[in-house]
């Protein structure tokens, strides 16, 4: 199963996702590719793989990206080969902007898209301030595209408040786990069931 997760910039993906993939077996995080600079506390291949924008352009010719976008001045772009390969051992997740979600659900449409939010605009300014990896001009690119990408949240099928970190964290388990649960996601487990009760 594909899950989805989008936000504004600063909303805590990142941290929720990070509980995730330390809490629940048999899922994998897609590592996106970037042509953003690597912040101080990233490490290539862990939180993206940094390339140059000639790289990237040269994979979006060969079709190599399941979504790609230009997000706040640079590309970024979920490989298929990668969702492919992590999707055979487990559930995957893209961690991606609001504009890759819309490519996703026009390609992958049985995918599970969940929407984080912040609580309040002013909690989003503070913690991209207080981050302290991003410049001001950056920061407020980052606060002006929020404006518009919380209108789109009705896009969703789930929306996660993160106002306080571990009920975030519980209520993206929550729709993991009811969604692995689901009558079509079982199906070829059913049928070996049912067939013991011919």
């Known amino acids: 199963m594909l899950f989805v997760v989008t936000g504004p910039s600063g909303c805590g993906k990142s941290t929720i996702l990070r509980h995730i993939l330390k809490d629940i077996r048999r899922v994998r995080f897609s590592v996106s590719h970037t042509t953003r600079p690597k912040r101080p506390s990233e490490q290539d291949g862990r939180e993206y793989h940094f390339v140059d924008k000639a790289e990237f352009e040269r994979l979006i010719a060969r079709n190599r990206f399941l979504e790609w976008a230009e997000v706040h001045g640079h590309y970024y772009g979920t490989s298929r080969a990668e969702v492919s390969e992590k999707g055979k051992v487990g559930d995957v997740i893209l961690d ?103």
């Not at 490519?103 to 995918?111: A, E, F, L, M, T």
């Not at 969940?114 to 001001?136: C, N, Q, S």
């Not at 896009?155 to 975030?168: E, G, S, T």
Request: glycine residues 4%.
């Open 96 to 198: 991606i902007d609001v504009q890759g979600a819309r490519q996703v659900r026009d390609r992958r449409p049985d995918s599970v898209f969940v929407f984080i939010m912040p609580p309040r605009y002013a909690e989003l300014r503070r913690r991209l301030r207080e981050r302290g990896e991003d410049g001001p001009s950056v920061v407020q690119r980052r606060l002006r595209n929020a404006r518009s990408e919380v209108r789109d949240v009705g896009l969703f099928d789930y929306v996660v408040i993160n106002d306080k970190l571990d009920r975030a964290v519980l209520e993206l388990e929550a729709v993991i786990l009811s969604s692995r649960c689901r009558t079509d996601a079982r199906m070829p487990e059913l049928r070996s069931i049912l067939a013991t009760f011919k």
